[in-house]
């Protein structure tokens, strides 16, 4: 079955970096692109950006442009997203999550990694 | 940016009553939205996509409808597992924004 399985919570500091995995089973990892959602507390899901498995091509929402990165390493069916110059703000909920095609809807989920950014 | 705006943010239903859940988008976007339930904790899951089709393992009781601007999710008999926060999302364009949320509680 398809799953999606991501890092665990983190607590980090202001000004710090974070780097969180989401390693894939149960298909063929080039066929889907992984995006990246997040959801602050009581708040909607805010999409952050997608990769493109097949050839590692990216686009990011302007509201991140500059400070996340999305990557992936195909031999380990993974996605990473690395989110910098971290402030309060940023704790929220962190997901993958895989599009049905290519621009799609999202039709598996990760579980979710929390990041909490406190001094 | 198209905003999704969703309504009521609560909707305070009894088990076995029908809830409908209304989804607008600022400017058209075709038929591509989908709605997702969410559990206190847990990750969103794919309902419909396409505006209308039923994603598969979801029951019959759920059915969405609407094109352009307007976008409604309708639960017809609901069940204690229903009780969650449903989100509208579009993705027309090559781009993806939620709704805010309507959360579904017990009356």
């Known amino acids: 079955q398809v799953q999606l399985v991501q890092s665990g919570a983190e607590v980090t500091k202001p000004g710090a970096s974070v780097k969180v995995s989401c390693k894939t089973s149960?298909?063929?990892?080039?066929?889907?692109?992984i995006h990246w959602v997040r959801q602050a507390p009581g708040q909607r899901p805010e999409w952050m950006g997608w990769?493109?498995?097949?050839?590692?091509?990216?686009e990011y929402s302007q509201e991140f442009q500059g400070r996340v990165t999305i990557t992936r390493d195909t031999s380990a069916s993974t996605a990473y997203m690395q989110l910098s110059s971290l402030r309060s703000e940023d704790t929220a909920v962190y997901f993958c999550?895989?599009?049905?095609?290519?621009?799609?809807?999202?039709?598996?989920w990760g579980q979710g990694t929390l990041i909490t950014v406190s001094s | 940016e198209v905003v999704m705006t969703q309504s009521p943010v609560t909707l305070s239903v009894s088990p076995g009553e029908r809830a409908t859940l209304s989804c607008r988008a600022s400017q058209s976007v075709n038929s591509k939205v989908a709605w997702y339930q969410q559990r206190p904790g847990q990750s969103p899951r794919l309902l419909i996509y396409?505006?209308?089709t039923r994603a598969t393992g979801i029951p019959d009781r759920f059915s969405g409808s609407g094109s352009g601007t307007d976008f409604t999710l309708t639960i017809s008999t609901l069940q204690s597992e229903d009780f969650a926060v449903y989100f509208c999302?579009?993705?027309?364009?090559?781009?993806?924004?939620f709704g805010q949320g309507t959360k579904v509680d017990i009356k």
């Open positions: 990769v493109d498995t097949r050839n590692g091509n990216t």
């Open positions: 999302q579009q993705y027309n364009n090559w781009s993806w924004t």
């Open positions: 149960g298909y063929a990892f080039t066929r889907y692109m």
């Open positions: 999550a895989r599009d049905w095609s290519f621009g799609w809807f999202f039709d598996y």
């Open positions: 396409g505006a209308s």
